[in-house]
């Protein structure tokens, strides 16, 4: 009786197994990520079988970016790919031959000069002007000093599209909550000063409702919450007195979502979008926006003026006589 052996691998396919042998022993790879790995590399040992490459030496970049290219085509065994799986199978690619070459098994990294594909940049959810006045509404029902400090919590977040770690890092003398009697030229409105990333200080504006939610709050609700704890400056407390936390914040905005019968997903940046998104849409300039939004660059602010272009072409396309079909 004669035992037929396995058909000898090919030196990519012992070179790529090497590699999965160094993650696991040497590197402590989780088996599901090694898993991954090999299925990608899988499909990449094939495609370079079909193009003739037999050995590591014989790989160019022109085969890196031709696979990456047949990922996102598909093929009559598998559809095409999106950005995300795309990127993720090339970055095994690139850990296979940065491996091969720093081991000396190839002279050089085919795969360097090689950038996974950027996924879709996701454009922000932003909610209706109707559903903002749904969603402040719900977080006031009644009286407590809770629905009051939740009242006035989302109320600045929406007026001045502060950050939640802002908010909640708020302290009493960042208030200035002037009224037009006083004289201070305020327009019925106060000032916030806000700390964002990398502590940079910013004065934002808030409307009459933030100013008056914020007034409400800090006046009849705060003083009985912060007796039960240590005296501390901020803003917005709990029921023990201490600062707010990020994930109480978050919950304040669920809750009032759900009473306000909001589907989908209701955050403190949820809300964050919706200023930029409202005040765009009002005619704001964008430069103003990103001011208030304490972006470092205008860049990251533009994501919104495609939220307000799409608001613009659904009201061309109930509006005008010649875009109905």
């Not at 609700?221 to 007195?241: C, E």
Request: net charge positive; aromatic share 4%; hydrophobic share 40%.
């Amino acid at each position: 009786m004669t035992s037929t052996s396995p058909p000898p691998r090919s030196p990519l396919r012992r070179a790529r197994d090497g590699w999965l042998d160094h993650l696991r022993v040497e590197r402590g790879r989780a088996e599901h990520t090694l898993k991954a790995y090999r299925r990608d590399t899988d499909r990449y040992l094939a495609y370079l079988e079909g193009e003739g490459v037999r050995a590591p030496e014989e790989v160019r970049e022109t085969h890196v970016t031709g696979f990456l290219a047949h990922l996102r085509a598909g093929d009559d065994e598998h559809p095409p790919l999106a950005a995300t799986s795309a990127a993720r199978a090339v970055v095994a690619v690139r850990g296979l031959h940065r491996f091969l070459a720093l081991e000396g098994e190839v002279p050089t990294d085919p795969s360097q000069e090689v950038a996974p594909p950027t996924p879709p940049r996701r454009l922000p959810t932003a909610l209706s002007v109707h559903e903002v006045e749904r969603l402040l509404q719900a977080a006031s029902v009644g009286d407590t000093p809770a629905a009051l400090r939740d009242r006035a919590l989302l109320e600045l977040l929406y007026g001045s599209g502060a950050r939640v770690s802002e908010a909640i890092a708020l302290d009493l003398d960042d208030l200035e909550l002037g009224r037009p009697e006083d004289g201070d030229g305020h327009r019925g409105g106060g000032v916030v000063r806000l700390f964002g990333k990398g502590s940079k200080e910013r004065i934002v504006p808030v409307g009459r409702y933030a100013r008056d939610a914020l007034d409400a709050w800090v006046v009849r609700g705060r003083p009985g919450m912060a007796a039960a704890g240590r005296g501390t400056p901020a803003v917005f407390v709990n029921a023990r007195g201490g600062r707010l936390s990020r994930q109480s914040a978050w919950n304040a905005i669920k809750s009032a979502a759900a009473r306000a019968g909001l589907r989908g997903e209701v955050s403190p940046h949820t809300l964050r979008h919706s200023f930029a998104t409202h005040l765009l849409d009002g005619g704001a300039d964008v430069r103003v926006v990103q001011e208030l939004l304490g972006h470092a660059s205008v860049t990251t602010t533009q994501i919104y003026t495609h939220v307000s272009t799409q608001h613009l072409r659904e009201v061309y396309a109930q509006a005008h006589p010649r875009a109905r079909a």
